[in-house]
């Protein structure tokens, strides 16, 4: 991409209204516009961020087994009144009625839809176990929306549902997710902890939420330290085996770790030596339930057991926060000069500068470069502006790709660019070749 000719409005002033780090960046770096309260715009290169987040959710999803699909946004109460949520719900709903006086209501998630969709399709266990997911932009009337895409009104959200015979299949399922959210927040250069929490307004037993560690997170979280040095990392996992995914989940939920409403001080007092009790605060990211039949039976979405007799299927929802990932991700990687993408989820991969656009040799230059990125299957973005060198810096360190290549005549001379690394901001001189080998 030619910067010239992509829509990339940075903002020089910070914003009055942004109060945390990630706020303020996608603000300056022109990636979000506030629509209304909570509800953002994603501009081009927000937008760029969000669908390879999408894409790596999608990935490690159907790697795990789960089966993509698409629910609509709005939604019938009906459904809802015959789970008993119509009511319960409260005022994070937002209520609508049709011009035929129907009561509808945009999804806050989608529990009641799922099921029904299941008892009208699934009759037998022979069918079982079943997983589907969709990525789908929610609503939820927030009470105080803040922070950006943190806390939204309408946010984008991967929820997944597993349907299965038996309790023993559903923390299979359970424990699948776990792992699966373990791979895709790593692919995304983070590192959420599972956390014990409560279960809220979704109802059941088992569940953790998974919490990027960050001053600026709103849960208050209690762990033992050693609990951050656990990494997934590359090891190989077959989903299908119910005994691998049960050591990983046993290996990074046995610690004590739990957010402000589980934590009991006592317990951490006894459980964690002192020098390792740590206290702070994260950014919930995720979050994975097991809630048996709390669907299945008010909705009857049961199946023909091996018996013949009807049971109600055993269900989880499993949730990740696309959207407030984008901001998660800059929360815990920035600097005072912008946002530090991890390769994983960067908008382009190398910023190209021209020091001295109309320079007939810097700009063959630049271009030669340009196209031996894109050979690469890599993606450049080419600042090809007339803007002076300071301002095409600031850019690039705002922006936060994680190389820069800096092209002008002084260096052609001697045969060489400088190749400067966004994260330690280290910088070399090399030829024009040798500095795209390096990006590679
Ligand atoms: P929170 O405690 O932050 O209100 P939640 O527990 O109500 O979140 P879940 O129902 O568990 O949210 O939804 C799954 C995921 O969706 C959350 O882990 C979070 O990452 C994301 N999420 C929830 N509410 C919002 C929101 N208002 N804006 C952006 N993302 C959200
Ligand atoms: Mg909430
Ligand atoms: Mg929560
Ligand atoms: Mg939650």
């Given at each position: 991409?030619?910067?010239?000719?992509?829509?990339?409005?940075?903002?020089?002033?910070?914003?009055?209204?942004?109060?945390?780090?990630?706020?303020?960046?996608?603000?300056?770096?022109?990636?979000?516009?506030?629509?209304?309260?909570?509800?953002?715009?994603?501009?081009?290169?927000?937008?760029?961020?969000?669908?390879?987040?999408?894409?790596?959710?999608?990935?490690?999803?159907?790697?795990?087994?789960?089966?993509?699909?698409?629910?609509?946004?709005?939604?019938?109460?009906?459904?809802?009144?015959?789970?008993?949520?119509?009511?319960?719900?409260?005022?994070?709903?937002?209520?609508?009625?049709?011009?035929?006086?129907?009561?509808?209501?945009?999804?806050?998630?989608?529990?009641?839809?799922?099921?029904?969709?299941?008892?009208?399709?699934?009759?037998?266990?022979?069918?079982?176990?079943?997983?589907?997911?969709?990525?789908?932009?929610?609503?939820?009337?927030?009470?105080?929306?803040?922070?950006?895409?943190?806390?939204?009104?309408?946010?984008?959200?991967?929820d997944g549902y597993n349907f299965d015979l038996t309790r023993e299949d559903a923390m299979h399922a359970y424990n699948r997710h776990l792992v699966s959210y373990l791979r895709t927040y790593e692919r995304m250069g983070l590192q959420?902890?599972?956390?014990?929490?409560?279960?809220?307004?979704?109802?059941?037993?088992?569940?953790?939420?998974?919490?990027?560690?960050?001053?600026?997170?709103?849960?208050?979280?209690?762990?033992?330290?050693?609990?951050?040095?656990?990494?997934?990392?590359?090891?190989?996992?077959?989903?299908?085996?119910?005994?691998?995914?049960?050591?990983?989940?046993?290996?990074?939920?046995?610690?004590?770790?739990?957010?402000?409403?589980?934590?009991?001080?006592?317990?951490?007092?006894?459980?964690?030596?002192?020098?390792?009790?740590?206290?702070?605060?994260?950014?919930?990211?995720?979050?994975?339930?097991?809630?048996?039949?709390?669907?299945?039976?008010?909705?009857?979405?049961?199946?023909?057991?091996?018996?013949?007799?009807?049971?109600?299927?055993?269900?989880?929802?499993?949730?990740?926060?696309?959207?407030?990932?984008?901001?998660?991700?800059?929360?815990?990687?920035?600097?005072?000069?912008?946002?530090?993408?991890?390769?994983?989820?960067?908008?382009?991969?190398?910023?190209?500068?021209?020091?001295?656009?109309?320079?007939?040799?810097?700009?063959?230059?630049?271009?030669?470069?340009?196209?031996?990125?894109?050979?690469?299957?890599?993606?450049?973005?080419?600042?090809?502006?007339?803007?002076?060198?300071?301002?095409?810096?600031?850019?690039?360190?705002?922006?936060?790709?994680?190389?820069?290549?800096?092209?002008?005549?002084?260096?052609?001379?001697?045969?060489?660019?400088?190749?400067?690394?966004?994260?330690?901001?280290?910088?070399?001189?090399?030829?024009?070749?040798?500095?795209?080998?390096?990006?590679?």
């Amino acid at each position: 991409m030619r910067l010239s000719r992509y829509f990339l409005p940075v903002l020089k002033e910070t914003p009055a209204e942004a109060q945390i780090a990630s706020h303020r960046l996608m603000l300056r770096a022109g990636m979000i516009k506030q629509a209304s309260a909570g509800n953002y715009s994603w501009l081009p290169m927000g937008f760029k961020v969000l669908r390879k987040l999408e894409n790596i959710v999608h990935e490690e999803q159907i790697r795990a087994g789960h089966i993509p699909m698409l629910m609509p946004t709005l939604q019938s109460a009906d459904l809802w009144r015959e789970s008993g949520r119509y009511d319960d719900y409260g005022e994070e709903m937002l209520r609508i009625t049709d011009r035929h006086g129907r009561d509808m209501l945009y999804g806050p998630t989608n529990e009641e839809l799922i099921t029904d969709i299941f008892r009208s399709h699934v009759g037998s266990y022979k069918e079982l176990p079943l997983t589907l997911y969709h990525i789908q932009w929610k609503f939820r009337d927030e009470i105080r929306p803040r922070f950006g895409v943190m806390r939204g009104r309408e946010f984008l959200m991967k929820d997944g549902y597993n349907f299965d015979l038996t309790r023993e299949d559903a923390m299979h399922a359970y424990n699948r997710h776990l792992v699966s959210y373990l791979r895709t927040y790593e692919r995304m250069g983070l590192q959420a902890i599972p956390m014990r929490a409560e279960s809220g307004p979704i109802g059941g037993d088992d569940t953790h939420e998974f919490l990027v560690l960050a001053e600026t997170g709103e849960s208050g979280v209690f762990y033992d330290s050693e609990i951050t040095d656990l990494r997934f990392g590359d090891r190989e996992i077959d989903y299908d085996d119910v005994a691998a995914c049960q050591s990983v989940m046993e290996e990074f939920t046995s610690r004590y770790a739990r957010t402000d409403d589980t934590h009991d001080e006592a317990v951490f007092h006894e459980r964690v030596p002192e020098a390792r009790r740590r206290e702070g605060r994260g950014i919930e990211v995720g979050q994975i339930f097991y809630f048996g039949t709390k669907y299945s039976e008010p909705m009857g979405a049961t199946v023909q057991g091996p018996d013949g007799k009807p049971v109600p299927v055993h269900m989880g929802s499993h949730g990740i926060g696309v959207s407030r990932l984008v901001g998660a991700i800059i929360e815990a990687s920035h600097d005072d000069k912008g946002i530090i993408w991890p390769e994983g989820v960067t908008p382009f991969h190398v910023g190209i500068v021209n020091l001295k656009q109309g320079d007939s040799e810097a700009d063959a230059a630049c271009e030669a470069i340009y196209k031996s990125v894109e050979a690469l299957g890599l993606e450049p973005l080419y600042d090809d502006t007339d803007d002076r060198a300071g301002a095409k810096f600031a850019t690039q360190d705002l922006i936060g790709l994680p190389w820069r290549i800096t092209v002008g005549p002084r260096g052609l001379k001697n045969g060489v660019v400088e190749l400067t690394s966004r994260r330690t901001g280290a910088s070399e001189e090399l030829p024009p070749e040798k500095a795209v080998e390096k990006i590679a």
